[in-house]
């Protein structure tokens, strides 16, 4: 993480490599009239030729070195002053640190004037500290994330990479509100980090095994149990649904249970629950070659799980949250599942396997039998499920399908707070009707013709969801990215655990 500290001081003679403004699609008002007027005009000059309009993440950059404390400035366009929230004031200070990044600056320092470029429409009562603080250092903190961890480093051309960013406060009155709410934010920035770099290892480093250690080190750090299932103990339970993806794999697999108990005693818990496939290949119905290497990321809903629970125990949460991360390989081995194989999972239902990829559900409806046991309030699983969810909503909202249209309502709204957009998607009842198998209780894929692919994965696992309040976000579409996004660069972007700390702080 990036050194973070917040100051107040004279936003013109504050000293440092590069400062970072944002501007309204207006003329140069306020603070950004006076730095104009230093700079003759180039501020107006600019929007006069439309090279800078102030439209959202549009970047002006321009030396001020000799008439302002900053070496440069970069002026980011905020967009429509009734348009502005929190996502707006992400997206353009991520796109402010990388521009300063990209042009090689080292410190930074960010001011949003909240008198004349947008303060955010409401906060909510549930947000600690300053909502502008906190927006502007999640944009900062997360845009500038690299995962270098296997580049050897390269002394004749260092990478260029900021080390310091300051949060500019307007007086001294206000520091202490930004102070909270930059805390705030660098917390939730850690773990949303600590999940971006478990998504990024690549599958042979990031097993079953490495991701239970991963949890097991987060649970000690943070104070959190943590326990660990081994193969025996899932015999025992007989989760034979899980067990059966596990068989062609010689990485044995791990059940991961994380509990956080920041509520009363007996408020029951929301249990989260989050696909850990460490790797894709398909099984026996073998994925094509092209772009398989991308199902590394197959265990992107698992990361999540144990981010949000890192998330929820830093931040202290008043709330009770069980973590489960049902972990394995899907490999093509001489014991794998074959098409057509049944399995029987823990809660005594027959499951015949027409295809080996659809192999998320089968290990899902293992661990969200076993979430019963919490007699939860809410039981929300996230999953990089299926391919469906990216032909319904590409890249730009995860689907959302549940028993409980409150929360799913809930979850939808988190999700629109903190950019982390869902959609949700009709359970009817014919979907589930098409899970139903011939010769076994279900079968893990539907008829040609069903269609609706997203939906009929999670009617497969509704049988396995008791009759808790259930949500099932399908995240293939949004967990890893490969086009950036102003504060999500190219690879994992550990969706999800914003918008469940959202939810979380809401309850
Ligand atoms: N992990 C994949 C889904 C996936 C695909 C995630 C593309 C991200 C990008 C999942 O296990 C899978 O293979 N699903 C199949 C289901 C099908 C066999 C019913 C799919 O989507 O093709
Ligand atoms: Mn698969
Ligand atoms: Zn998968």
């Known amino acids: 993480m990036i050194q973070t500290s917040v100051k107040a001081d004279d936003i013109l003679k504050h000293k440092t490599d590069c400062l970072i403004l944002f501007s309204l699609e207006t003329k140069p008002a306020g603070l950004l009239k006076q730095i104009d007027g230093l700079l003759n005009g180039a501020l107006t000059a600019a929007f006069q030729s439309k090279r ?14 000799g008439l302002m404390g900053a070496d440069s400035i970069i002026v980011v366009g905020l967009g429509k002053s009734k348009d502005v929230k929190e996502e707006q004031i992400r997206q353009a200070s991520g796109t402010g640190a990388k521009a300063a990044e990209k042009s090689r600056h080292r410190k930074i320092a960010i001011f949003l004037d909240e008198k004349n470029a947008g303060k955010p429409a409401k906060s909510k009562k549930t947000q600690i500290g300053s909502p502008v603080a906190a927006a502007l250092v999640e944009g900062a903190q997360l845009g500038l994330y690299h995962f270098d961890q ?39 920035c850690e773990a949303v980090i600590a999940t971006r770099d478990l998504q990024h290892h690549p599958s042979n480093t990031a097993t079953p095994a490495f991701l239970a250690k991963a949890a097991q080190t987060m649970a000690r750090k943070h104070k959190i149990t943590c326990k660990v299932l081994e193969k025996k103990d899932m015999e025992k339970l007989k989760m034979g649904s899980l067990l059966g993806v596990a068989r062609g794999s010689h990485e044995p697999p791990k059940f991961i249970v994380m509990e956080y108990k920041g509520g009363k005693a007996k408020d029951k818990p929301v249990v989260i629950i989050g696909k850990g496939v460490t790797f894709d290949t398909g099984g026996i119905s073998l994925k094509p070659g092209a772009g398989m290497d991308e199902m590394k990321f197959d265990m992107s809903g698992g990361a999540v799980t144990i981010g949000t629970l890192q998330a929820v125990a830093s931040l202290k949460l008043k709330v009770n949250v069980v973590g489960i991360v049902p972990a394995t390989e899907n490999m093509p081995g001489g014991s794998a599942i074959k098409p057509g194989d049944i399995l029987t999972a823990s809660n005594g239902k027959t499951i015949e396997v027409l295809n080996t990829d659809a192999e998320g559900r089968l290990i899902l409806a293992d661990a969200l039998v076993y979430a019963q046991r919490y007699k939860p309030k809410a039981l929300i699983d996230l999953a990089t499920l299926t391919g469906a969810v990216i032909m319904a909503l590409g890249h730009q909202a995860a689907a959302a399908v549940g028993t409980d249209s409150k929360l799913v309502q809930k979850l939808i709204e988190s999700g629109d707070a903190t950019g982390e957009r869902l959609w949700e998607l009709p359970l009817y009842e014919e979907f589930e009707k098409a899970t139903k198998s011939d010769i076994a209780d279900l079968k893990n894929i539907t008829s040609k013709g069903v269609g609706a692919g997203t939906i009929t994965g999670a009617a497969f696992l509704k049988p396995f969801t008791g009759d808790f ?37 809401n309850l």
């Open 52 to 65: 800078f309009e102030g439209k959202l993440n549009q970047a002006f950059q321009q030396s001020v070195r």
């Open 150 to 188: 296997y580049k050897s480093p390269d002394k004749d051309d260092p990478p260029s990479r900021i080390n310091e960013i300051t949060v500019l406060a307007s007086s001294k009155s206000k520091m202490k509100d930004y102070q909270k709410g930059v805390d705030q934010a660098e917390k939730l």
């Open 469 to 505: 309040p259930w949500a099932h976000l399908d995240i293939a579409g949004t967990a890893w990215t490969s086009n950036e996004k102003p504060y999500v660069p190219k690879g994992g972007s550990a969706y999800g655990v914003r918008l469940l700390i959202d939810y979380l702080k």
